[in-house]
T-cell receptor, first 112, second 108 residues
């Protein structure tokens, strides 16, 4: 079983819809992250959380929100999806500061 | 503002032809630099951590090195299975900035 699991793996939806992407982990890490990846732009940080009571905005948080339901669960929501949010979304976890991140296999999101 | 660039953007090598990938960064208070590989349809997979200038790490045909401004990923006698996109990510401690990646193709 994967250590970091993202659901769904693929999603096609329409402009204006509310969407939730979910991430769960079995690594026991406190730190969790959401990124989006676009061709030529690399991975960009949306939100991150260092523990259940800690939520921080990343580089590109506008239009997104998150919820840290438990140490192992971190979800990303698009309240009203727009086409330029079409991208590949990744969840990641890490242990203490300055340790590498471990990624899920991503959610490919298309907004029509 | 933290910035990371990688070069070349894409690289095609014949099997056995050695080369190097570059990661240049401007990060305040560097705490570490990470290298990942990412295959199509997959999340990035961790390869190496480098914490200080002069440090080197090796794994099979890959060797990563670090200076105060750059990191290099040297690939010796690559095989087709080394084909992937290689990402570097320096960190100042709080979060990570990822480079755009180098797409490596190794032809048999």
């Amino acid at each position: 079983d994967a250590d970091v699991t993202q659901t769904p793996r693929n999603r096609i939806t329409k402009t204006g819809k509310r969407i939730m992407l979910e991430c769960s982990q079995t690594k026991g890490h406190d730190r969790m992250y959401w990124y989006r990846q676009d061709p030529g732009l690399g991975l960009r940080l949306i939100y991150y959380s260092f523990d259940v009571k800690d939520i921080n905005k990343g580089e590109i948080s506008d239009g997104y929100s998150v919820s840290r339901q438990a140490q192992a669960k971190f979800s990303l929501s698009l309240e009203s999806a727009i086409p330029n949010q079409t991208a590949l979304y990744f969840c990641a976890t890490s242990g203490r500061a300055n340790q590498p991140q471990h990624f899920g296999d991503g959610t490919r999101l298309s907004i029509l | 503002e933290d910035q990371v660039t990688q070069s070349p953007e894409a690289l095609r090598l014949q099997e056995g032809e050695s080369s190097s990938l570059n990661c240049s960064y401007t990060v305040s208070g560097l705490r570490g630099l990470f290298w990942y590989r990412q295959d199509p349809g997959k999340g990035p997979e961790f390869l190496f951590t480098l914490y200080s200038a002069g440090e080197e790490k090796e794994k099979e045909r890959l060797k990563a090195t670090l200076t105060k401004k750059e990191s290099f990923l040297h690939i010796t006698a690559p095989k087709p299975e080394d084909s992937s996109t290689y990402l570097c990510a320096p960190t100042g401690g709080q979060n990570f900035v990822f480079g755009p990646g180098t797409r490596l193709s190794v032809l048999p």
